[in-house]
Nanobody, 117 residues
Framework: QVQLVESGGGLVQAGGSLRLSCAASGSIFLINAMGWYRQTPGKQRDLVAQIITNDGSTNYADSVKGRFTISRDNAKNTLYVQMNSLKPEDTAVYYC??????????WGQGTQVTVSS
């Protein structure tokens, strides 16, 4: 119903920056919120940042506040997260998600972010 494709992951040195992108397609008008989660092997998939479609409000995990910024480009149907001052503990697979009262949740395929010391 909603398809999500992430890009922008890679290898970066500690203190560096990356910007992840998530291109959405399908029933985009039904999406109420979009966000980023991350997961490492053997651990729960945790919220990184979320943005509400209607009002643009955002929320962030405490671990990334002040370093990550979530944004959207409605004309391109694309979600972004700018990640600055990256730390080794930010290493994870990052997933884009879209939420809809009618469609439920949708997930992207994930993109690997690796931060070296």
């Amino acid at each position: 119903q909603v398809q999500l494709v992430e890009s922008g992951g890679g290898l970066v040195q500690a203190g560096g920056s990356l910007r992840l992108s998530c291109a959405a397609s399908g029933s985009i008008f039904l999406i109420n919120a979009m966000g980023w989660y991350r997961q490492t092997p053997g651990k729960q998939r945790d919220l990184v940042a979320q943005i509400i479609t209607n009002d643009g409000s955002t929320n962030y995990a405490d671990s990334v506040k002040g370093r990550f910024t979530i944004s959207r480009d409605n004309a391109k149907n694309t979600l972004y997260v700018q990640m600055n001052s990256l730390k080794p503990e930010d290493t994870a697979v990052y997933y884009c998600t879209a939420k809809s009262p009618w469609l439920g949740g949708s997930w992207g395929q994930g993109t690997q972010v690796t931060v070296s010391s």
